[in-house]
Nanobody
Framework: VQVVESGGGLVQPGESLRLSCAVS????????MAWFRQAPGKEREGVAL???????RYADSVSGRFTISRDSAKNTLYLQMNSLKPEDTAMYYC???????????????????WGQGTQVTVST
């Protein structure tokens, strides 16, 4: 099983970025998948998740600005981030859930495979 993030970078407030998470060793559409982030000095927090059936959940801080999606043919997960703010600056991680279920909230214990992360910096 491999989970590899890409697409991070430095952008100005109000701009957009799309993160990608290429997976191998399993079919991403049959597992719970999520994006987490960790800012310096802060705990890792859930950002968005997508369930095998397609249901999605978002953290309140990103709802309406971020969109999680997947391309089953490419076995890739995405996070479209619009209207970025300085407080979105963090290392972003892609994670695979332990099963096919669909939780109502974010818990790191629901995930057993993590990528190395991709850095997103929002600054003038």
């Amino acid at each position: 099983v491999q989970v590899v993030e890409s697409g991070g970078g430095l952008v100005q407030p109000g701009e957009s970025l799309r993160l990608s998470c290429a997976v191998s060793g399993f079919t991403s559409s049959t597992y719970l998948m999520a994006w987490f982030r960790q800012a310096p000095g802060k705990e890792r927090e859930g950002v968005a998740l997508i369930c095998p059936g397609g249901s999605t959940r978002y953290a309140d801080s990103v709802s309406g600005r971020f969109t999680i999606s997947r391309d089953s043919a490419k076995n890739t997960l995405y996070l479209q981030m619009n209207s970025l703010k300085p407080e979105d600056t963090a290392m972003y991680y892609c994670a695979r859930g332990t099963s096919w279920w669909c939780p109502r909230s974010f818990s790191q214990s629901d995930y057993n495979y993590w990528g190395q992360g991709t850095q997103v910096t929002v600054s003038t």
